[in-house]
């Protein structure tokens, strides 16, 4: 038996999942959350589990911010990143910071269940689309997306300063220091080459990274 969980804010996409996959023999909804907050709690009281899906998109504490916090506490768990966003838009930095495999909320419900057993086992879930940019990135060497330089925390500052979050709201959402926000503020503005506030969240609604 695969006990699953699901993290999502929206209550009906939890109970949608967690209807469809109750018709699988081989698999088991042992919980839910609405918040990356709730998903490490989440994780730290249910120790059977063996995947958790995990939405990006959520207030408070995103999937992205939890993702880090929950492979510290458990290395062993498979996470899949079930998100509105398409492929190319998180997809590559999402599984080079530790998630199983990435699906987009579009994709055959028939999917999913594929997914969970796939990294349910200890392997990645690669569709199709991610495997194309696995190879255009190979192919393509440094001239990716800038924004693929980014390390996970430097990712994770870029897109809540994107979202007009500040420095301070950055460091107690990501349990830092103001002077570490900052520092990887100043780091990540070098790297992508950009100058203000404004150009980071023009640069992340141009790639699709925010909405």
Do not use: W
Not at 189 to 199: G, I, P, W
Request: proline fraction near 3%; hydrophobic fraction near 45%.
């Amino acid at each position: 038996m695969i006990n699953v969980a699901i993290v999502d804010d929206h209550a009906l996409v939890r109970t949608g999942l967690r209807q469809f996959l109750s018709e699988e023999t081989d698999l088991r909804v042992l919980a839910e959350a609405a918040s990356g907050r709730e998903a490490i709690d989440l994780v730290r009281l249910q120790p059977d589990l063996d995947v958790l899906i995990l939405d990006l998109s959520m207030p408070g504490q995103s999937g992205l911010d939890a993702l880090a916090m929950i492979r510290a506490k458990a290395p062993d768990l498979a996470i899949l990143i079930l998100s509105g966003f398409p492929e190319e838009h998180y997809a590559m930095n999402l599984i080079r910071q530790g998630a199983s495999g990435y699906l987009n909320k579009e994709c055959d419900p028939a999917e999913i269940v594929r997914a969970i057993r796939t990294v349910a086992q200890g392997r990645r879930y690669i569709t199709p689309s991610v495997a194309e940019l696995l190879a255009e990135q190979l192919n393509r060497k440094d001239s990716g997306p800038l924004h693929e330089q980014l390390s996970e925390r430097e990712f994770q500052v870029f897109l809540r300063l994107a979202q007009g979050d500040t420095v301070g709201q950055i460091a107690e959402a990501l349990s830092l220091s103001v002077k570490t926000v900052s520092t990887y503020r100043t780091r990540l503005m070098e790297k992508l080459a950009l100058q203000s506030n404004s150009d980071l969240t023009y640069y992340a609604l141009k790639n699709g990274l925010i909405s």
